[in-house]
Protein backbone atom coordinates (compact mmCIF):
# COMPACT_ATOMS: atom_id res chain seq x y z
CA UNK A 1 0.00 0.00 0.00
CA UNK A 2 1.39 3.44 -0.63
CA UNK A 3 2.27 5.26 2.32
CA UNK A 4 0.97 8.52 1.51
CA UNK A 5 -2.86 6.43 1.22
CA UNK A 6 -2.03 4.95 4.88
CA UNK A 7 -5.20 5.92 7.87
CA UNK A 8 -3.23 8.61 10.13
CA UNK A 9 -4.29 7.28 13.70
CA UNK A 10 -5.25 9.77 15.98
CA UNK A 11 -2.49 9.71 19.00
CA UNK A 12 -3.62 8.38 22.17
CA UNK A 13 -4.09 11.29 24.49
CA UNK A 14 -1.48 10.48 27.61
CA UNK A 15 -2.95 8.56 30.49
CA UNK A 16 -2.76 9.66 34.13
CA UNK A 17 0.49 8.07 36.03
CA UNK A 18 -0.57 4.83 37.96
CA UNK A 19 -3.91 5.14 36.91
CA UNK A 20 -6.19 2.33 36.64
CA UNK A 21 -6.28 -0.35 33.59
CA UNK A 22 -10.32 0.29 32.71
CA UNK A 23 -12.47 -2.39 30.83
CA UNK A 24 -16.00 -1.30 29.88
CA UNK A 25 -18.58 -4.06 29.25
CA UNK A 26 -21.66 -4.25 28.65
CA UNK A 27 -24.46 -5.43 25.52
CA UNK A 28 -24.71 -3.98 22.40
CA UNK A 29 -25.31 -0.06 22.36
CA UNK A 30 -25.09 0.23 26.21
CA UNK A 31 -22.64 3.00 25.01
CA UNK A 32 -18.79 1.20 25.81
CA UNK A 33 -17.36 2.84 23.04
CA UNK A 34 -19.02 6.33 24.02
CA UNK A 35 -17.72 6.34 27.77
CA UNK A 36 -14.01 4.54 26.63
CA UNK A 37 -13.28 7.36 24.12
CA UNK A 38 -14.40 9.66 27.18
CA UNK A 39 -12.49 8.30 29.62
CA UNK A 40 -8.95 8.75 27.35
CA UNK A 41 -9.87 11.71 26.73
CA UNK A 42 -10.18 12.66 29.87
CA UNK A 43 -6.50 10.15 30.11
CA UNK A 44 -8.00 6.92 32.03
CA UNK A 45 -6.37 3.88 29.92
CA UNK A 46 -9.61 2.47 28.90
CA UNK A 47 -10.78 -0.16 26.87
CA UNK A 48 -14.33 -1.30 25.73
CA UNK A 49 -14.76 -5.54 25.49
CA UNK A 50 -16.75 -6.88 23.31
CA UNK A 51 -17.29 -9.90 26.12
CA UNK A 52 -21.36 -9.91 25.07
CA UNK A 53 -20.26 -11.23 21.33
CA UNK A 54 -17.68 -13.87 23.14
CA UNK A 55 -18.35 -17.44 24.45
CA UNK A 56 -14.97 -17.03 26.09
CA UNK A 57 -16.04 -16.15 29.44
CA UNK A 58 -12.90 -14.22 30.86
CA UNK A 59 -12.20 -12.46 27.57
CA UNK A 60 -12.99 -9.05 29.40
CA UNK A 61 -9.71 -10.22 31.66
CA UNK A 62 -7.10 -10.29 28.82
CA UNK A 63 -6.34 -6.57 29.07
CA UNK A 64 -5.29 -7.14 32.47
CA UNK A 65 -8.03 -4.85 34.24
CA UNK A 66 -7.28 -2.85 37.73
CA UNK A 67 -10.88 -2.16 37.60
CA UNK A 68 -14.11 -3.37 35.31
CA UNK A 69 -17.20 -1.01 34.97
CA UNK A 70 -20.54 -2.53 33.64
CA UNK A 71 -22.88 -1.22 31.80
CA UNK A 72 -26.68 -1.95 32.11
CA UNK A 73 -29.12 -1.12 30.12
CA UNK A 74 -32.72 -3.01 29.39
CA UNK A 75 -33.81 -4.18 25.59
CA UNK A 76 -36.45 -0.68 24.99
CA UNK A 77 -33.49 1.28 25.38
CA UNK A 78 -31.81 -0.97 23.01
CA UNK A 79 -34.05 -0.92 19.96
CA UNK A 80 -34.20 2.74 20.82
CA UNK A 81 -30.70 3.48 19.92
CA UNK A 82 -30.14 0.89 17.32
CA UNK A 83 -33.16 2.22 16.09
CA UNK A 84 -34.20 -1.31 15.44
CA UNK A 85 -38.00 -2.35 16.94
CA UNK A 86 -37.59 -5.90 16.48
CA UNK A 87 -34.25 -6.13 17.97
CA UNK A 88 -34.42 -9.33 19.03
CA UNK A 89 -35.14 -10.69 22.74
CA UNK A 90 -32.96 -14.19 22.22
CA UNK A 91 -29.57 -12.07 21.17
CA UNK A 92 -30.40 -9.85 24.12
CA UNK A 93 -30.96 -13.12 26.70
CA UNK A 94 -27.41 -14.18 25.10
CA UNK A 95 -25.53 -11.16 25.82
CA UNK A 96 -26.66 -10.94 29.09
CA UNK A 97 -25.52 -14.63 29.84
CA UNK A 98 -22.20 -14.03 27.99
CA UNK A 99 -21.73 -10.74 30.30
CA UNK A 100 -22.52 -12.87 33.39
CA UNK A 101 -18.62 -13.60 34.62
CA UNK A 102 -17.76 -10.01 34.09
CA UNK A 103 -20.97 -8.40 35.81
CA UNK A 104 -20.22 -10.52 39.12
CA UNK A 105 -16.20 -9.04 38.51
CA UNK A 106 -17.20 -5.65 37.84
CA UNK A 107 -15.99 -2.71 40.18
CA UNK A 108 -18.78 -0.90 39.24
CA UNK A 109 -22.16 -0.98 37.60
CA UNK A 110 -23.68 1.82 35.68
CA UNK A 111 -27.69 1.52 34.02
CA UNK A 112 -27.41 3.74 30.94
CA UNK A 113 -30.95 3.39 30.41
CA UNK A 114 -32.11 6.96 31.60
CA UNK A 115 -29.23 8.93 31.14
CA UNK A 116 -27.03 10.26 28.07
CA UNK A 117 -23.13 9.85 27.84
CA UNK A 118 -22.26 12.65 29.48
CA UNK A 119 -23.97 11.87 32.59
CA UNK A 120 -22.48 8.59 32.39
CA UNK A 121 -18.82 9.40 31.82
CA UNK A 122 -19.25 12.32 34.73
CA UNK A 123 -20.33 9.58 37.14
CA UNK A 124 -17.75 7.31 35.89
CA UNK A 125 -14.74 9.59 35.73
CA UNK A 126 -15.59 10.73 39.37
CA UNK A 127 -15.42 7.21 40.42
CA UNK A 128 -12.05 6.57 38.62
CA UNK A 129 -11.00 9.96 40.33
CA UNK A 130 -11.67 8.64 43.90
CA UNK A 131 -10.19 5.38 42.81
CA UNK A 132 -6.97 6.83 42.14
CA UNK A 133 -6.53 8.85 44.94
CA UNK A 134 -7.73 5.89 47.39
CA UNK A 135 -7.73 2.65 48.02
CA UNK A 136 -11.00 0.68 46.27
CA UNK A 137 -12.77 -0.72 49.72
CA UNK A 138 -12.44 3.06 51.04
CA UNK A 139 -14.67 4.14 48.21
CA UNK A 140 -18.32 4.96 49.63
CA UNK A 141 -19.97 6.64 46.85
CA UNK A 142 -19.78 9.72 44.36
CA UNK A 143 -19.44 12.92 46.30
CA UNK A 144 -23.50 13.57 45.47
CA UNK A 145 -25.36 11.74 48.42
CA UNK A 146 -28.27 11.00 45.80
CA UNK A 147 -26.67 8.96 44.34
CA UNK A 148 -27.25 4.88 45.52
CA UNK A 149 -24.60 2.59 46.21
CA UNK A 150 -25.13 -0.88 46.53
CA UNK A 151 -22.81 -3.65 47.53
CA UNK A 152 -19.83 -4.72 45.60
CA UNK A 153 -18.93 -1.07 44.61
CA UNK A 154 -22.20 -1.32 42.70
CA UNK A 155 -23.64 2.14 41.82
CA UNK A 156 -26.82 2.65 39.69
CA UNK A 157 -28.24 6.48 40.37
CA UNK A 158 -31.63 7.84 39.64
CA UNK A 159 -32.26 10.21 36.53
CA UNK A 160 -33.01 12.71 38.93
CA UNK A 161 -30.09 12.20 41.39
CA UNK A 162 -27.41 13.00 38.25
CA UNK A 163 -26.73 16.85 37.53
CA UNK A 164 -27.29 17.56 33.44
CA UNK A 165 -23.61 17.91 31.47
CA UNK A 166 -23.77 20.31 28.94
CA UNK A 167 -23.68 18.37 25.61
CA UNK A 168 -25.87 15.92 26.74
CA UNK A 169 -29.28 15.23 26.30
CA UNK A 170 -31.72 13.36 23.82
CA UNK A 171 -29.62 13.87 20.59
CA UNK A 172 -26.30 12.92 22.42
CA UNK A 173 -24.37 9.66 21.16
CA UNK A 174 -24.68 7.18 23.34
Same mark, same amino acid.
Given at each position: ??? @? /??RREAPEPPTLPN?? @????? +? &?? *? #???STLVAGLRRLG %? *? *??????? /???? &???? $? /??? &??IVVALEVDLDTIRE $???? #?????? !?? *????????QAEAAATLHVDTT? %??AA?? !?? !??? #???GEEISTEAEDW? +????? +????? &??G @????????VPTVPGGGEDADR
Open positions: MNP @R /HRGP @RVVVI +G &PC *A #SGK %F *A *AAACGQE /HSEI &PTLW $R /HTD &PD $RRDA #SEWPDW !LY *AAQRRRLRR %FDAV !LE !LVA #SYLT +GPADP +GLTGR &PA @RVIPQKSD
